[in-house]
């Protein structure tokens, strides 16, 4: 059985940090780990990927520079960390498990808040 598990949300200041974490259990190591964010009044937006082999795919230009996708294959865990926070980065996040060959996403996460203040 398939499992996605976020946490790590919360609310920060602009310029803290958080991390995120996706536990991701019964994922084939043939789909993409994703962190998607879907802000107030917003469509949900890709932020970053991440191969299970490591390799980043993919970075959002609004978050380059300052989030960070990773993965400790051991634990079956990726993480997103999220340094230099604004305001606009404010949205609940999600982990997604991108089926390549398809490109749809097969299974989603709960989703965890982010709230950052000015």
């Known amino acids: 059985q398939v499992r996605l598990v976020e946490t790590g949300g919360g609310l920060v200041q602009a310029g803290g940090s958080l991390r995120l974490s996706c536990a991701a259990s019964?994922?084939?190591?043939?789909?993409?780990i994703t962190w998607l964010r879907q802000a107030p009044g917003q469509e949900r937006k890709l932020v970053a990927a991440i191969k299970s082999s490591g390799v980043v795919t993919y970075y959002a230009d609004s978050v380059k520079g300052r989030f960070t996708i990773s993965r400790d294959n051991a634990k079956n865990t990726v993480y997103l960390q999220m340094d230099n926070l604004k305001p606009e980065d404010t949205a609940d996040y999600y982990c997604?498990?991108?089926?390549?060959?398809?490109?749809?996403?097969?299974?989603w996460g709960q989703g965890t808040q982010v709230t950052v203040s000015s």
């Open positions: 019964g994922v084939s190591s043939t789909y993409v």
């Open positions: 997604a498990a991108l089926n390549p060959t398809t490109v749809k996403y097969d299974y």
